[in-house]
């Protein structure tokens, strides 16, 4: 039997639908590069008509598949985190990367204290979901922030406010943890009435971060050594990039059999394998097959988070919500941000672009399907908005104003906005 030409094969559409977001991948970044426009932005304004098409009845609603979102979302972070800590060139101490020690021990918890009361005094959440969504929120996204980020290797462009807002996002996805936990555990506690606080502090704060840490720098050492060191044949003579994805998976699977923080085993990994041999062409093509891994997962989570929106993700969202995402968003991440950079090394100028740029994405995607998934909360479909407007909010603020305010900073420094 003949098949009708107005009845498509789900199957070649497929096939074209990939091969299109394969070629924007390759394309967008180019062609946006000077106007003020972001790559997240293009791909929520292109997945609303996609998943707005009459025949295509599917909802890819985060809260109607939150165990999937996890995992998507999980993978993606850490590839994001992969390719952000081998963008880094300075090497680490604690001097050197004072502006981030800042940013992550003080504007991040007051980041969450702030986020928490919204959450309790204006949302009208628990004082469990509150600060859930606060630890969901408050850290900044290595998958979205591309745009003010430090370069690849061997492309320069380290600059203070790039390098702080590198290494802010590839290290409180992991610190962030130990809020979420906090949530979850607390709700668990107040269901069965077990004691909590020192599970929490030697499993979830002491052991998981260290043994995090450490488990990242073994692996990268590991892959650091036969990478481009080990006698004879080394990976880095093969020329191929995956070693990063495997590095990535080895470092997360392995601290997730250790039950530690594989966010922080997956950037200092990163962090170790750039180390071992800074200025080697193969840290290229390394960051090279992150990038382009990230941005594809990114481009179809973006695509699905456009179609949960016009299929009604944000419904229902009142005056009280915008206004506690603008107090997220424009007060309290500034306002704590400047509060931590007192008495840093930069400039005015570099400081409050810090304290601006501090994008929402995937990761909090992650964080809140996490706490929904191993905890005990209410008004889950509430926090899932209020997360969703939050991200959306951040998508079109930053993503507008990102590349005139770096041509801004680049002009008054006299670097070279091209």
Not at 20 to 42: E, Q, T
Not at 361 to 384: E, P, T
Request: glycine letters at 10%; charged letters at 15%; aromatic letters at 12%.
């Amino acid at each position: 039997m003949l098949v009708q030409w107005w009845e498509p094969d789900p199957y070649a559409l497929a096939l074209s639908g990939i091969g299109f977001l394969i070629a924007l991948v390759a394309w967008l970044p180019l062609a946006l590069r000077r106007l003020p426009l972001s790559l997240p932005i293009v791909c929520l304004c292109i997945g609303g008509p996609i998943y707005a098409v009459p025949f295509l009845e599917l909802d890819p609603s985060p809260r109607t598949y939150p165990y999937a979102t996890e995992r998507l979302t999980e993978f993606v972070v850490i590839v994001a985190l992969m390719g952000a800590g081998l963008k880094i060139y300075r090497r680490f101490s604690f001097r050197g990367w004072a502006v981030t020690w800042r940013l992550l021990l003080i504007t991040m918890p007051l980041s969450i204290l702030a986020i928490t009361f919204i959450g309790t005094s204006l949302l009208g959440f628990s004082a469990l979901g509150a600060l859930l969504l606060a630890a969901s929120i408050v850290p900044t996204d290595p998958v979205l922030a591309a745009d003010i980020q430090v370069a690849g290797p061997q492309e320069g462009g380290e600059d203070t406010v790039r390098f702080a807002l590198t290494s802010e996002a590839g290290l409180n996805d992991g610190l962030a943890f130990p809020f979420v936990h906090l949530a979850i555990v607390l709700s668990l506690a107040a269901a069965t009435d077990q004691s909590w606080f020192m599970q929490w502090l030697t499993l979830h704060v002491f052991w998981e971060i260290i043994a995090g840490i450490v488990c990242g720098w073994v692996v990268g050492k590991v892959f650091g050594w036969v990478t481009f060191k080990m006698p004879g044949d080394t990976l880095a003579k093969t020329g191929d990039g995956l070693v990063a994805i495997a590095a990535t998976f080895v470092s997360y699977g392995v601290s997730e059999i250790l039950h530690c923080y594989g966010f922080f085993a997956v950037f200092v990994t990163a962090l170790t394998l750039r180390n071992t041999h800074r200025d080697h062409d193969f840290q290229r093509d390394m960051h090279d097959i992150t990038e382009q891994i990230e941005r594809i997962t990114m481009m179809l989570l973006l695509l699905a988070f456009g179609g949960a929106i016009v299929n009604g993700l944000l419904s229902g969202v009142g005056w009280t919500d915008i206004l506690a995402v603008v107090l997220i968003l424009l007060v309290v991440r500034p306002f704590t941000a400047l509060l931590g950079l007192i008495g840093g090394q930069a400039t005015a100028g570099e400081k409050v672009t810090i304290a601006f740029f501090g994008i929402r994405g995937v990761g909090s995607f992650y964080y809140l399907a996490y706490g929904i998934n191993h905890g005990n909360f209410q008004d889950i479909d509430r926090l899932w908005v209020i997360l969703s407007l939050v991200v959306l909010v951040s998508i079109l603020t930053h993503g507008l104003t990102v590349t005139p305010a770096m041509r801004w900073l680049d002009c008054e420094h006299g670097r070279d906005v091209e």
